[in-house]
């Protein structure tokens, strides 16, 4: 067999014509891209006036002293509302507490989806049932959703109490609303009611893709459900399960609504459940600091990104490894297969 | 061939890349535009000289009020059409927690969608400091109108609308669990004293001798200044400098939370209770048996399935070290600054101050009236005889200490308590620390 000589391919050369085609064709090509360009160019500007304009007015806004209470001169102030971010703790708490609702938020909610999503996949009787009854927090708006848990944990009238209490957990009435810890467990557990359906909706939908016949050689090959589970299913559905942890880290910062309805308007109590979404609200509207919410709202912009990054990263990293032999791949390991040709 | 006429047509029928790019540059210049414009947002009213009351207003306005009162839908907004030949182009009621920041979103983008607006005292301060509310002038003020309620729509000197009811805090009991606990159900506690220790008899059988509503910024803040004014304290002194973290401030925190964490008479719930109207509904239920509340506790507590009016009590708060003394709750109407039709709205704030309007306000709301005369008339008297409480009420101090930077210090402030509430540090510590960031926050309006 001779040996072959690696060489960087060369681009394809353009076919020419006689008489100038290739020259008429060049022409044509920059024709089609302009007229490529102007077919996209309303869905462009739309970007631009809904996506694009608002987050540089954000950015220029962030740049400035912005606090029509205190003055009507909004003067250039650089990058001032940035070094706030670093110095107020107030800022630095609401991100401790948007850390600790988003970890369990993302992480716990995407584990009990993919939990779900596994047990509905199974036969059993009012499966279909089950189904539908998965959706009722999804059809929920989000606002109905934060009265209904205050309403369900108010200390004195709650249905929570009343059932904890009936199984014997609690002795006597807790106010749950009363305190920031246990405020913002309530919230975390109003949220994830009401994520749980849609993830799960999409794991089901990941689920039924993955090959039946996949499951059947590994129990004759004598794997265990755990191990199917491991081998099989969560490898197959990997690319969702990143999109679902991209989606939800997303939606645990812009967290909002149910904080609202849950603590009268004002994140309480003592601020326990003003995560750093709801502390940008406070600061621009209730006090408003433009300038400085804009500043928070960019750096909520930046932490999406950042985690977005991160879990792809973070999903790619195996995959690296693997591909340079890095780490052990027994039989039925996970990730891709060591060429033997 | 066919590709290059397709190209040539092309071009003919739709603009060019250039024309597309100016459209575009045109679009982002315009929106570049309009957020300079914001640049001048605040100075409209700063401005502004004092509007006085004109011979006559014609045309429409658009009203945005708080949804504390019914009688303005069921009534006066025709009556005040039919008097006046005005027309009320809308009148729309907001949740008064929500109402703020869509205030402050209305001004800041000079919108003039609505021509009168709700006021109260922190409102007045700080949209009227930012120029967002039309000043008026001495003349557009009805004789008679009281000093507290007239400062709830004014700020530093400068009026900037017209009370729509007169309001304050009193101590309302329930003389039934007063009566149940061996306590004289017709005497009210005198001093801090005897209302702890009238508390602490009321207490026990799934009843608290006392509620208050501090679940939000603002009810915290509340609950405290009024156990600081019972104190003899102030929030500010005259250089307005935090003063309240005095040791009046520190006895009065201290003395609120005992009432919830040592003598256990506070209902716990008063942590979760996010308005004034859950309060009115827990002490119309018999749940509470003593709660210092706004003059709508009393039309509630009467109301039919309720207590009944031989069953509540009302008196003038106990105080601590001085007399009595109340947190002042009125509200009014101002007019926008960027309103169109400023004339006709000056009407609208007169004609709700008028004694027909104000009659009303008193027989169906519960809330006072806004002037003197009203307030002994007998009619009303006899309709609400709270009245006659805020009367003896209204001879020690009623404040509220409105001013442009009151939401950030109550943000601060109230963490502070709810945190000494909880135990979670002592009532100096969080006074000091709330202290230190309001004089920050302060210092930014110098």
Not at chain 2, 70 to 99: C, H, P, R
Not at chain 2, 116 to 138: C, H, I, K, N, Y
Not at chain 2, 424 to 435: C, E, G, I, Q, S
Request: a positive charge; proline letters at 5%; aromatic letters at 10%.
């Amino acid at each position: 067999m001779p040996a072959t000589t690696l060489t960087t391919p060369s681009r394809p050369h353009a076919p020419t014509a006689p008489g100038g085609g290739r020259l008429r064709r060049g022409r044509a090509e920059r024709g089609d891209r302009r007229f490529n360009l102007l077919l996209m160019a309303p869905a462009v500007l739309v970007v631009l006036a809904l996506f694009a304009y608002p987050i540089g007015y954000a950015g220029w806004l962030s740049l400035h002293q912005w606090n029509d209470k205190i003055s009507p001169v909004h003067p250039y102030t650089g990058t001032d509302n940035y070094h706030q971010l670093f110095t107020d703790p107030a800022y630095r708490e609401a991100l401790n507490r948007t850390v600790y609702f988003s970890v369990i938020t993302v992480l716990a909610g995407v584990a009990l989806a993919i939990g779900l999503a596994v047990l509905l996949t199974q036969q059993f009787r009012f499966r279909a049932l089950a189904r539908v009854l998965l959706l009722v927090p999804w059809a929920v708006p989000p606002v109905v959703n934060g009265i209904m848990w205050h309403l369900i944990f108010d200390g004195d009238t709650g249905i929570a109490n009343t059932v904890l209490r009936g199984l014997g957990i609690i002795d006597g009435n807790k106010q749950w609303l009363s305190s920031p810890t246990s405020a913002m467990n309530v919230l975390i557990f109003a949220e994830m009611w009401k994520l749980l359906p849609f993830l799960t909706l999409l794991f089901i939908a990941a689920l039924q893709s993955v090959p039946a016949n996949l499951y059947r050689a590994a129990s004759i090959d004598g794997a265990g459900a755990i191990r199917r589970f491991a081998f099989i299913t969560l490898p197959s559905i990997r690319t969702t399960i990143l999109f679902a942890l991209i989606v939800q880290s997303m939606w645990s910062l812009k967290v909002f609504d149910t904080i609202y309805v849950l603590t009268g308007g004002s994140g309480g109590p003592a601020g326990g459940t003003t995560t750093v979404n709801f502390f940008a609200y406070l600061t621009t509207f209730s006090n408003l600091d433009r300038g400085y919410g804009a500043a928070i709202a960019i750096s909520i912009m930046a932490l999406v990104l950042l985690i977005a990054v991160f879990w792809m990263l973070l999903f790619r990293a195996p995959s690296w490894f693997v591909a340079r032999g890095i780490g052990r791949r027994g039989p039925g390991g996970l990730g891709p297969r060591r060429r033997t040709a | 061939m066919a590709h290059h006429s397709q190209h040539t047509q092309s071009s003919h029928s739709l603009p060019s890349r250039r024309s597309a790019l100016a459209l575009g540059g045109g679009l982002i210049a315009a929106a570049g535009l309009t957020a300079c414009s914001g640049g001048s947002t605040g100075t409209a009213g700063t401005s502004a000289s004092p509007l006085a009351p004109a011979s006559s207003a014609g045309g429409s306005i658009r009203i945005l009020d708080d949804n504390t009162n019914k009688i303005f839908q069921s009534g006066v907004v025709a009556q005040f059409e039919k008097d006046t030949g005005i027309k009320v182009e809308k009148y729309e009621q907001a949740n008064f927690n929500d109402l703020h920041d869509r205030l402050a979103t209305l001004f800041s983008a000079q919108d003039s969608s609505y021509d009168v607006v709700m006021t109260w005292a922190a409102w007045s301060a700080e949209f009227g400091r930012a120029g967002w509310l039309q000043p008026l002038d001495r003349s557009a003020v009805p004789q008679g109108v009281l000093p507290a309620a007239l400062d709830a729509v004014s700020y530093g000197g400068t009026v900037y609308g017209l009370p729509k009811f007169a309001s304050a805090q009193t101590m309302f009991w329930n003389k039934n669990l007063f009566d149940k606990a061996g306590l004289a159900p017709d005497t009210a506690p005198a001093t801090w004293d005897d209302f702890v220790s009238a508390a602490k008899e009321l207490t026990g059988g799934g009843v608290y001798g006392y509620a208050a509503d501090m679940g939000n910024t603002d009810g915290a803040y509340q609950n405290f200044l009024r156990v600081l004014l019972l104190n003899g304290g102030t929030m500010y002194d005259a250089d307005n400098k935090p003063a309240f973290n005095s040791d009046k401030g520190v006895d009065a925190l201290d003395r609120l939370v005992r009432l919830l964490r040592t003598d256990k008479v506070m209902s716990p719930s008063s942590l979760q209770i996010t308005n004034s109207s859950d309060l009115n509904t827990l002490f119309a239920n018999g749940k509470a048996a003593i709660v210092f509340n706004w003059p709508a506790q009393y039309p509630v507590a009467v109301a039919q399935g309720a207590l009944g009016a031989s069953a509540v009590g009302n008196g003038i708060l106990p105080g601590i070290t001085v007399k009595s003394a109340s947190i002042d709750g009125s509200e009014g109407f101002a007019i926008n600054a960027f309103s169109q039709n400023k004339a006709a709205a000056l009407k609208w704030l007169q004609y709700v101050t008028t004694a027909p309007v104000q009659r009303e306000m008193v027989q169906k709301e519960g809330w006072f009236p806004v002037t003197t005369s009203l307030l002994q008339e007998k009619t009303v008297t006899s309709h609400l005889p709270i009245v006659s409480t805020y009367l003896q009420e209204s001879r020690y101090p009623i404040k509220r200490f409105g001013a442009p930077w009151y939401s950030d210090v109550v943000q601060q402030l109230s963490t502070g308590i709810t945190t000494a509430m909880l135990g979670r540090t002592t009532p100096k510590k969080a006074l000091d620390t709330a202290a230190d960031q309001a004089s920050a926050i302060i210092a930014k309006y110098k």
